[in-house]
């Protein structure tokens, strides 16, 4: 009989290679959450409720940032300790840490776990799961060191830092920000930095090379060599797409900025002009997923903080450190909006025609995402008398694992912080779960029913 139930156990949540990232992901969630839950975790030696350890386990391992206590000041050295460790496992990809983990041990992989690293991935095929794999360790290896290197550099000689301070402070804004985490050991975020290039531009970079997926910054690397020998460039359709859409909403970002804030007193309007344009690149830059603030979030217009929720809602890359419905997905709907538009009847982007099934996906993904969203939004407004804009921007910053915050977070009842720790979660893993499943349940009809056209519009 046990061996009947283990049976049932093991295909219920291991048949799926999504779904047994969803059970690895979950797992260390949980794990995360009694640790934080130790006396030691916090500062003063008082004990964390259960509903703030799970929430902060969440938002490490799901690179959020959200957070309802402040991360310098609450946690211990412990505790954030284990909030980075949450932050790196969660980034990289937990079933991408065991798997390089299985190869640096033993030097080969099983079948099963090829296939949930090439799930969460996004590897091409079985053959190229252990080149991707090193690839993604490496680069993360040295983006974050390269990174934290500068900041530890410019808090110990600029700021004056102890060279202990410097390093640590260092390191933890770069693993943060490469991971998309948000998360900071400052109450005010980075704000103190706001006029500082040599602290938020390092911080962005990061930011965007791990918001745009990994698949993209490896077929980088890996033309960049070839290139070296053929004298030619080949970039796939994914990789096409992800750097002309993150290159254009960067810049929309930035632009639009910019223009609603220049003269607000509470933002941009102390600054001069270069500074300006430094503060409306680096939110732009941040509503990738990332979380930092150099300006506060709360004294943003109206207007600002709709289009901080759009950029949010987009997200970064595939199979990266970013959130949201990705770029790609926003990109293949605006080519099957631009295709009706014209009358044609087969969506194209840069030469490509896109499949129905690609157009169906991206569809699927957008349309539930709103739908999560405005169903956590009204949830929370009936829990809660914060404002409407303010909680519109907290879901959609939950969903797009983002972080920024309006403030409200430490404010809403236990019931609102459960709400925005499972929009976290799903909005971490279901992309990547929606996706491969539509794929495996992908079939071919025998047989085709009559057409008929409803009225549109």
Request: hydrophobic share 50%; net charge positive.
């Amino acid at each position: 009989m046990s061996g009947r139930m283990a049976g049932v156990w093991h295909s219920v949540f291991t048949a799926h290679p999504a779904r047994t990232v969803v059970m690895a992901f979950a797992g260390v969630v949980l794990a995360g959450a009694v640790l934080l839950a130790l006396p030691l975790s916090a500062q003063g030696s008082q004990g964390t409720d259960v509903i703030t350890s799970l929430f902060t386990a969440t938002s490490a391992v799901c690179v959020t940032g959200l957070a309802v206590v402040d991360t310098g000041t609450y946690w211990s050295g412990f505790g954030q300790g284990v909030i980075l460790a949450l932050i790196q496992v969660g980034g990289f990809g937990i079933m991408t840490m065991a798997s390089v983990l299985a190869l640096l041990i033993s030097g080969k992989l099983r079948l099963r776990m090829q296939l949930t690293a090439q799930a969460e991935t996004k590897s091409l095929g079985i053959g190229d799961v252990r080149r991707v794999l090193l690839g993604v360790a490496g680069s993360t290896l040295i983006v974050e060191l390269a990174v934290g290197m500068i900041l530890a550099l410019r808090l110990r000689f600029a700021y004056g830092n102890s060279v202990g301070d410097a390093l640590y402070l260092g390191l933890f804004h770069a693993v943060s920000a490469f991971n998309n985490a948000g998360f900071g050991l400052h109450a005010d975020s980075l704000t103190r930095y706001a006029q500082d290039p040599w602290v938020t531009l390092p911080v962005a970079a990061a930011v965007i090379l791990g918001g745009i997926g990994f698949p993209v910054l490896l077929e980088l690397l890996r033309h960049r060599n070839r290139r070296r020998t053929t004298g030619r460039r080949y970039w796939s359709l994914h990789t096409k797409l992800t750097l002309v859409t993150t290159a254009v909403l960067l810049l929309v970002g930035t632009v639009l900025t910019c223009l609603l804030e220049w003269s607000n007193p509470g933002t941009l309007g102390p600054f001069d002009w270069p500074q300006k344009i430094l503060n409306g690149f680096f939110h732009s830059a941040m509503t990738r997923t990332a979380g930092f603030n150099a300006l506060d979030i709360g004294a943003l217009h109206a207007s600002t903080l709709l289009l901080t929720c759009m950029l949010m809602f987009i997200g970064g890359g595939s199979a990266g450190t970013a959130g949201g419905i990705k770029v790609t997905t926003f990109a293949v709907l605006a080519a099957a909006i631009l295709a009706e538009v014209r009358g044609e009847p087969h969506s194209a982007v840069m030469g490509r025609t896109l499949g129905p099934h690609v157009l169906r996906q991206a569809l699927t993904v957008a349309l539930l995402g709103v739908g999560l969203v405005m169903s956590a939004t009204l949830a929370l407004l009936t829990l809660s008398r914060e404002p409407f804009e303010a909680v519109l921007f907290e879901v959609v910053s939950a969903f797009g694992t983002v972080g920024l915050s309006t403030g409200i977070t430490a404010d809403l009842p236990d019931a609102g912080r459960l709400i925005l720790t499972l929009l976290m979660f799903v909005g971490r893993l279901g992309p990547i779960t929606l996706v491969s499943a539509l794929a495996l349940r992908e079939r071919t009809r025998r047989y085709q029913l009559p057409e008929e056209r409803p009225v549109i519009g």
